[in-house]
């Protein structure tokens, strides 16, 4: 069983920074992408990033320049800077084309979430 695990939400005032983590733990061969969306109270779900096994790398137009995503293995992180009240949100980690060490497969996965609350 393949699961993911975020960490690293809290409480932060507007411009600061936080980072984000998410580990795929399991016995897993290979994941396609990663990457975070979240959904703020109120609205839907929005992508904030992505990034494929190659590296390459994709963000939601309100957070270009200011999130990064980035990949260590089966870990995936977003570095959240110059924060601001919009972006308070639960911040859920995905895991697109999971295939196993024996086989199997998930067309994609999500994780708990971990919330991110941008106040003064």
């Known amino acids: 069983q393949v699961q993911l695990v975020e960490s690293g939400g809290g409480s932060v005032q507007p411009g600061g920074s936080l980072r984000l983590s998410c580990e795929a733990s399991g016995s897993i061969r290979t994941i396609d992408a990663m990457g975070w969306h979240r959904q703020a109270p109120g609205k839907s779900r929005e992508m904030v990033a992505g990034i494929t096994d190659g590296g390459s790398t994709v963000y939601g137009n309100s957070v270009k320049g200011r999130f990064t995503i980035s990949r260590d293995k089966n870990t995936v992180y977003l570095q959240l800077n110059s924060l601001k009240s919009e972006d308070t949100a639960v911040y859920y980690c995905?895991?697109?084309?999971?295939?196993?060490?024996?086989?199997?497969?998930?067309?994609?996965?999500w994780g708990q979430g971990t919330l991110v609350t941008v106040s003064s």
């Open positions: 995905t895991a697109v084309r999971v295939v196993t060490m024996d086989g199997g497969s998930y067309n994609e996965l």
